[in-house]
Nanobody
Framework: QVQLAESGGALVQAGDSLRLSCTTS????????MAWFRQAPGKEREFVAA????????HYSGAVKGRFTISRDKSENTVILQMNSLKPEDTAVYYC????????????????????WGQGTQVTVSS
């Protein structure tokens, strides 16, 4: 059984940094696509970042590009989201997602493309 478990969410102040982790079990996703999405209160879930393929190609939404960094530790079967210069608008539940395929760029932004999801971790940024 495949499971994704997020951790690292917390209450922080604007300008702080936070590191989210997503650990997978039941399957190796080292060469597939793993991503972070987030859902703020009253809003739809949105794409944040993804890392895909054997080369670890990285992609970011415009809202987080330059502030967030996604990385993958294959030995630990873990995906990390390093979040710097956090803003109140980054407040959301952050979800880890994974798919066995190396998704193409036109589909990796879509939550429907991902087969596996974690339960989410809350990030709250106070002003």
């Amino acid at each position: 059984q495949v499971q994704l478990a997020e951790s690292g969410g917390a209450l922080v102040q604007a300008g702080d940094s936070l590191r989210l982790s997503c650990t997978t079990s039941g399957r190796t996703f080292s060469d597939a696509t793993m991503a972070w999405f987030r859902q703020a209160p009253g809003k739809e879930r949105e794409f944040v970042a993804a890392i895909r393929g054997t080369m670890g190609m990285k992609h970011y939404s415009g809202a987080v590009k330059g502030r967030f960094t996604i990385s993958r530790d294959k030995s630990e079967n873990t995906v990390i989201l390093q979040m710097n210069s956090l803003k109140p608008e980054d407040t959301a539940v952050y979800y880890c997602a994974a798919d066995r395929r190396t998704l193409i760029t036109s589909t990796m932004f879509l939550e429907t493309s991902y087969e596996y999801w974690g339960q989410g971790t809350q990030v709250t940024v106070s002003s």
